[in-house]
């Protein structure tokens, strides 16, 4: 787009982003107005129309919208973001792939237009015709990362060394763009430690969660994974200064903080004032809440209270199994002359008190649309699943 569309672009997105989708619609409506070839701002106003009359629909159809389109696309047969319009307002894969080819005939480097063949590709597992797509438009805009991060991805499942070396690139060709934070989240997410961990802690230190999205879903997932308090807790401060709003991380700190407090009174053998620190903070969620656990359990031992460590160790394993914590309990039971199958009868004696009948329901069936219930299903073997098109 030119400057001045971008510029209201800005405006419209600003607008959306406080859940204003009318005056955003207003604003990329403008800058189409500025720029008809800006397809972003096509895109967008499509998008921020539909929120603002059908709010509640996930396929909503306006039918003004496609009327203002087509009129557009006859004034103007030499513009492929019209036809390519035509297409993103399509919910029928087939007739949009005739728009989106409509739109590659007048401008073979409309690389919008490959994008969403390859995309209608993917839904059909046409997974050939979705990487020839995003090839070509790699190739026709070879300056866009976001591209070339599209065509990365769509070689994740089917050749994962190409995977690698197309995401690696993203990263040294556009390495201050929003794609390479993506691209090296999706190398963490195919990888293990050590390297997964090294590919998190880039992204940490070049890439702050408060401007970068994927950044900031690699520290909730980096920070799952820590099992040092001291080690969680630079993470979770690292993201309390990034998203000071944030309820959630601030939460966080204060956790690992009271958890690294305990650890280095257990490591002084100070272990009833360890305890007590453990015991002023509420459980945490996740993995750390097996820390949580572990640490009250070391300072429970080494304040010789054998029985009560047991009974929160079983409690831990009976709500909620950690490969750690039924190490613990394994430890634990057996220093108390436990057997295997007693510390067993103990974890499930729990849980079978805990647990409450599934509430009955009925829905209409995928078959004839006859009614079914869950007590039908009883004693079989079910097969559940969930699928959303698109």
């Known amino acids: 787009g030119t400057p001045a569309a971008r510029a209201l672009f800005s405006q419209g997105e600003a ?102 063949l390859a995309k209608n590709a993917d839904l059909r597992g046409d997974w050939v015709a979705q990487r020839q797509h995003l090839k ?22 089917s050749d994962p060394k190409r995977f690698r070396e197309l995401a690696l690139s993203v990263v040294d060709k556009f390495p201050d763009s929003p794609s390479a934070a993506e691209a090296l989240y999706q190398l963490a997410s195919e990888s293990s430690n050590p390297e997964r961990r090294m590919y998190f802690e880039r992204l940490r230190a070049s890439y702050p969660a408060d401007k970068f999205g ?16 001291s080690e969680a807790l630079a993470v979770a401060k ?44 509420q459980r945490p969620s996740g993995s750390h809440g097996a820390t949580w656990v572990l640490l ?35 430890k634990c039971g057996t220093a108390l002359k436990k057997s295997s199958q007693e510390m067993n009868a103990d974890i499930w004696r729990i849980r079978d008190a805990k647990a409450v009948p599934a509430p009955p329901f009925e829905l209409t069936g995928d078959k004839e649309g006859k009614p079914v219930q869950l007590a039908d299903y009883r004693g079989r073997v079910v097969l559940l699943a969930f699928w959303f098109p698109g």
């Open 214 to 229: 994927y950044a900031s879903l690699a520290m909730s997932d980096f920070y799952a994974e820590l099992t040092t308090p």
């Open 238 to 281: 690292d993201m309390a200064k990034w998203l000071p709003a944030s309820k959630t991380w601030a939460q966080r700190v204060v956790h690992q903080e009271t958890m690294a407090r305990a650890q280095a009174l257990i490591a002084e053998g100070k272990f009833i004032e360890a305890l007590d620190v453990v015991q002023t903070t």
């Open 15 to 116: 607008a959306a982003k406080v859940g204003k989708p009318a005056e955003a619609a207003a604003a990329f409506r403008k800058a189409i107005e500025s720029d008809p070839d800006f397809v972003d701002a096509h895109q967008r106003f499509i998008e921020s129309t539909r929120r603002a009359q059908m709010p509640g629909s996930r396929t909503p159809t306006l039918p003004q919208l496609q009327t203002l389109y087509e009129r557009w696309a006859r004034q103007h047969p030499k513009r492929a973001a019209y036809r390519w319009a035509l297409g993103f307002l399509t919910h029928d894969p087939a007739r949009a792939d005739v728009f989106f080819n409509d739109a590659l005939r007048i401008d073979p480097a409309f690389a919008r237009a490959h994008v969403m």
């Open 136 to 157: 070509a438009a790699v190739e026709s805009n070879p300056d866009d990362p976001q591209y070339l991060m599209r065509y990365a991805h769509a070689h994740k499942r």
């Open 296 to 330: 009250k359990a070391e300072a429970g031992t080494g304040a010789g209270q054998f029985d009560q460590v047991y009974a929160a160790l079983v409690e831990s394993v009976a709500a909620a199994p950690d490969a750690r914590v039924d190490a613990a309990l394994v």
